[in-house]
């Protein structure tokens, strides 16, 4: 197809006015819009700072808290219904939606904690938090809300819960029109700009360890805390210059084939169709899914969603992680209480949140890169990545359940580091459940009920249930070491199972996808071919 282009204005004024549209309308703007939104979706990692303060509010014991906590779990990790609504409505919907959710959910117990309201029902609050957490597709970094939310309120415990209903969900908000579907075609330096994202959120990552560590030896101010919040923020917005480079390179790209076509008009002007592959689809034949749901393809082939139900390798890995999913979501949902009762100051609190959301953050880093290379030098299976992470996690509760001193900070950067190594959006819940309500919590009570009892007291209706010693948790913690041991066990039916396989070239497939990939990036890169100003727009939106 022929098109015809025209030159753009030659004031500056017009070109400053393209080159803010190409900015705000460009992919890399999406990107890092799409980061923001994530940025501040760390509100069920923060259950912990204002657990306490609900339990006493409230008058709930260890069972019903951790029942709460649950519910949390399950929200956060099932995210059916936004998947089902994404299908068939544009992502501003999506968003707008969850971003309704989360200050629905986070303002009704915002209300409840501060008695505005009469007090709810337990079955409300399982709602309530519930609502909220399914808002949060992604809870990545509740070390940015925590350093925000002490510039903002302070060390109020019942404020955090108003700040994480309303700030990501203003993000959300202000970015409805930014995500969105869009048409690109492949760059050579995508990935560059890609490595540019991390070193930025790397260093971010280690500023806030630096702020870990000072805080822990002083006593900060809401002064200070405000100072080491306009830091983060201006880390948390660095990405911006990233964003600008990049698209001011492909909008000068884009004013180069203008002038080119304006200094040559008889050169054709190709239109590229971006939606076009370079490799014809195969026709492939509909087999019903229930016809062959209990034969497996080979490995890495594609499986059904029955197939992967009924094997036995997803049996193995629901087992695992399972078993170490349960117990890490245990320890985040019970670091208030935890922290109370083996004696940590409040303000060290935060400082675990913290420390688990950073090293959740550093462990996912390191588990992506750490398996590509084992993979790729030794042909060890991946699933020993699994295995290790359990066993790691292992002697973080060993450190809670034997009370080692300071051993809680450890703890949260080992829990943190193995966190989302283990996550499963099905495993989460059912470990959460099973651990968490039906051990940690009745234990914990029940050893709380016997302090009463030696002391001559009996607990009142509607009265909270508190627990103070290394006695409160250990028992449920040796029990969740002992179950982690166990799941660490089994997934190595899974290294043994996939051993064969990862000792060939399990990348063998998508070869074929990755050349025609580079082939289509060479062609675009080709000065024999200039695109028209419409079709240079449409590739860069």
């Given amino acids: 197809m022929v098109v015809v282009g025209t030159a753009p204005g030659s004031g500056s004024r017009a070109e400053m006015k393209s080159l803010s549209l190409q900015i705000i309308t460009g992919r890399w703007f999406m990107v890092f819009a799409s980061l923001l939104i994530m940025s501040a979706a760390g509100a069920t990692y923060m259950f912990g700072l204002y657990s306490n303060t609900v339990k006493s509010i409230l008058g709930y014991n260890q069972t019903t808290l951790n029942l709460l906590g649950f519910f949390k779990d399950l929200g956060a990790n099932v995210g059916i219904l936004s998947g089902l609504i994404n299908e068939i409505t544009p992502p501003w919907v999506v968003l707008s939606i969850g971003a309704a959710m989360n200050l629905l959910g986070y303002i009704m117990k915002w209300l409840a904690v501060s008695q505005k309201i009469a007090k709810p029902k337990v079955w409300q609050m399982y709602m309530y938090i519930c ?17 925000l ?36 075609i492949r760059e050579e330096n995508e990935l560059k700009v890609f490595y540019n994202f991390l070193y930025i959120s790397l260093g971010l990552a280690g500023f806030l360890m630096v702020i870990i560590i000072v805080e822990k030896q002083l006593t900060f101010s809401q002064g200070e805390y405000g100072g080491s919040a ?8 660095l990405p911006l210059a990233v964003v600008v480079q990049e698209e001011f390179r492909l909008w000068k790209t884009k004013q180069q084939a203008l002038d080119a076509h304006s200094e040559h008009p008889q050169l054709k002007i190709m239109a590229e169709n971006s939606t076009e ?8 034949k509909e087999v019903s899914c229930f016809s062959n749901m209990f034969n497996s393809p080979e490995r890495g082939e594609d499986y059904t969603i029955l197939q992967a139900l009924f094997s036995i390798d997803m049996f193995v890995l629901f087992f695992a992680t399972t078993c170490g999913i349960g117990g890490t979501l245990t320890v985040l949902d019970n670091l208030g209480q935890i922290g109370t009762s083996l004696g940590y100051p409040n303000k060290s609190m935060s400082t675990f949140i913290s420390l688990v959301s950073i090293w959740n953050y550093l462990g996912r880093v390191t588990a992506g890169f750490g398996s590509e ?14 295995t290790l992470i359990l066993l790691l996690s292992c002697a973080g509760h060993l450190l809670i359940a034997f009370n080692i001193k300071d051993g809680l900070y450890i703890a949260s950067i080992i829990i943190g580091t193995t966190l989302r190594c283990t996550i499963s959006a099905v495993a989460s819940p059912v470990g959460s459940y099973l651990l968490n309500v039906l051990v940690a919590g009745p234990l914990y009570d029940k050893e709380a009920e016997k302090q009463m009892a030696a002391k001559g007291m009996k607990r009142k209706p509607g009265e909270d249930l508190n627990c103070i010693g290394g006695e ?70």
């Fill in 472 to 541: 409160c948790f250990k028992m449920a913690f040796i029990i969740i070491a002992a179950t982690t041991l166990l799941g660490c066990l089994v997934s190595l039916m899974l290294v043994v199972r996939t051993r064969k396989f990862y000792k060939g070239d399990i990348y063998k497939k998508f070869r074929g996808e990755a050349k025609a990939a580079e082939t289509e990036m060479a062609r675009a890169g080709n000065g024999d071919v200039i695109r028209s100003p419409e079709t240079m727009v449409n590739l860069q939106r």
């Fill in 149 to 184: 939310y002490h510039a903002f309120y302070g060390t109020d415990p019942k404020a955090v819960v108003l700040f994480i209903g309303w700030l990501p969900a203003a993000i959300s908000f202000a970015f409805l029109r930014t995500i969105r579907i869009m048409k690109v």
């Fill in 230 to 237: 306009a830091v983060v923020l201006l880390l948390l917005f």
């Fill in 277 to 284: 592959s370079t490799n014809s689809e195969k026709e492939v």
């Fill in 131 to 147: 609502v909220g957490a399914n808002s949060q597709a992604f809870a990545n970094t509740g070390a940015l809300v925590t350093c």
């Fill in 373 to 386: 290379i084992v993979l790729d030098k030794y042909k060890y299976p991946r699933p020993l990545i699994l």
